[in-house]
């Protein structure tokens, strides 16, 4: 494996600790980070949502900015992939098996197990239940993805640095402490919880393709079962990513949004319509309107509203966080030549409105069910909600068969990416990281993915991952900084220069008088 850094063989041996401690103590791994978790939310869940806010406010400030027009590349360059390519890359990485995985039992655990406020079945808790899947998966999450991506793209495409989170913090603390121990060790972070999130993914997909096929074939939910899922989707996404992001990934990302959208379209004709299209349309306003009291909602003085806010929203900011990374690099790859206004404007917005859609058509088919007694969807486990909902409508078992296709190809788009953003975090930045070394981490990602379902270990996992997160909240925050100290370098000198022609114009004119 050549051009590996000490960064590769670093996060590595953390890896391979964390999987140990699970293997050989699972319970005390999920007690002790479970413990710091509740920690992190208690005392941090004011910053969180502080920040969130700060980075979304960001984001839309560079959208009318003076910044707006910067090139992320250079001059003459021109995107390197077509705008419905790029949305289905940038979706497919940012969201994934995620959305498919939530978009029936989130709004449905909303409002018939655990709500935010209103007593369970109520209408409320059934209309608050579909306006904070909107707030959990909108914009600010896409807010904290879109900041580490427009970082990393125009420090990599339009200054020439290396293609790591460190080099993005080179304006702030100098490129000797950066390309030293200081930036192994955020760059190292980095890896890591790449690797931990998308092992975290591989572990939820298995379990939800298996539950699938169980509904679907009878074939027993078993670990034997998961594990020769994980092995089929291992050997496809590692030659996925052999191929490169303009064949496997491109291809796949296409392909998967166009079923997507055809199981949507299938539920949103079978499914309840109207009530869809009614709910869609009162829960988008409804999030507009209360966006900001969402936004910095923490019920200091409701401790039962508070658990909820730690178990849902703090943990989903934290879990963006931790997932920039990865997500960022991704779209910061696929994002040359855009400007800084086009790439906000994509990144925030039609991700947002997709993942809304989703959540009404799926979401709604399944509260619908609940609410009229005609099954009980919140009895279902997570994984087999959106199954459980499908197999009530007509041609059930073909948009189950599609929605197990769909989890499937999610599931290899996500590891492709992630093996391809661990190779260039791993060879200090390279845009085309050799096979090598992105099998060595497929296999890795893989390999904990299933060490730790076999173990029981998966909410360890999670617990670990959130850990990550707030230290490198910081980093985040500190990447915008660093983007705005250089870009007004950059742009201030224009705005100079385009003055001093009517200043010498104005000086001429009054020698002469």
């Not at 969402?294 to 703090?314: C, D, K, V, Y």
């Amino acid at each position: 494996m050549k051009n590996v850094t000490i960064v590769f063989w670093n996060a590595l041996a953390i890896c391979a600790a964390v999987v140990i401690w699970g293997v050989i103590a699972p319970d005390q791994l999920e007690s002790v980070t479970a413990k710091v978790t509740s920690y992190i939310s208690v005392t941090f869940g004011w910053y969180y949502l502080l920040i969130i806010m700060l980075m979304l406010a960001f984001c839309i400030y560079l959208i009318f900015s003076r910044f707006g027009k910067i090139k992320l590349g250079k001059e003459g360059d021109k995107p390197a992939f077509s705008l419905l390519s790029w949305f289905a890359m940038l979706f497919s990485a940012g969201m994934g098996i995620g959305l498919v995985f939530w978009t029936t039992a989130e709004p449905i655990s909303h409002a018939f197990k655990s709500t935010p406020g209103a007593e369970a079945g109520s209408d409320q808790a059934i209309k608050e239940a579909l306006q904070y899947s909107f707030f959990h998966w909108g914009v600010h999450a896409w807010a904290v993805y879109g900041i580490v991506a427009l970082v990393l793209a125009y420090f990599k495409f339009h200054r020439g640095s290396p293609g790591l989170i460190s080099a993005t913090l080179e304006p702030l603390f100098g490129k000797k402490s950066m390309r030293g121990v200081p930036g192994k060790v955020i760059d190292t972070l980095a890896v890591f919880a790449t690797v931990v999130g998308v092992a975290s993914t591989l572990g939820f997909g298995s379990a939800q393709i298996n539950g699938g096929l169980s509904f679907l074939f009878n074939i027993p939910v078993n670990f034997g079962v998961q594990l020769l899922i994980l092995v089929i989707s291992t050997v496809l996404f590692i030659g996925s990513a052999w191929t490169g992001i303009g064949k496997g990934i491109k291809y796949l990302s296409n392909i998967n949004m166009g079923l997507a959208f055809v199981l949507l379209l299938l539920l949103l004709v079978v499914g309840p319509t109207l009530y869809i299209l009614n709910m869609f349309t009162s829960t988008l306003g409804g999030y507009i309107t209360n966006f900001f009291e969402m936004s910095f909602h923490l019920a200091p003085l409701n401790q039962e509203s508070r658990t909820w806010i730690n178990n849902w929203t703090i943990f989903y900011w934290a879990w963006w966080i931790s997932w920039a990374p990865f997500v960022g690099i991704f779209i910061a790859r696929i994002s040359k030549g855009r400007t800084v206004k086009e790439f906000m404007l994509g990144v925030l917005i039609v991700p947002s409105l997709l993942c809304f859609v989703f959540f009404a058509v799926f979401g709604v088919s399944g509260l619908y069910l609940e609410q009229n007694g005609i099954t009980t969807i919140s009895e279902f486990p997570l994984e087999t909600a959106t199954f459980g909902m499908l197999q009530n409508y007509p041609i059930g078992e073909l948009m189950s068969f599609i929605t197990i296709l769909v989890v499937a190809i999610f599931f290899i788009t996500s590891a492709d990416s992630a093996t391809f953003v661990l190779g260039m975090l791993s060879t200090s930045g390279s845009l085309n990281p050799s096979n090598s070394v992105k099998i060595v981490w497929g296999l890795a990602q893989s390999a904990m993915a299933a060490i730790i379902v076999y173990f029981g270990g998966t909410t360890g996992l999670q617990n670990v991952l959130i850990i990550a997160a707030l230290p490198f909240s910081v980093v985040i925050l500190l990447m915008g900084l660093s983007f705005y100290k250089i870009a007004r370098k950059e742009v201030r000198p224009k705005r100079e220069k385009k003055r001093k022609p009517s200043a010498e114009r104005d000086d001429s004119t009054l020698a002469k008088e």
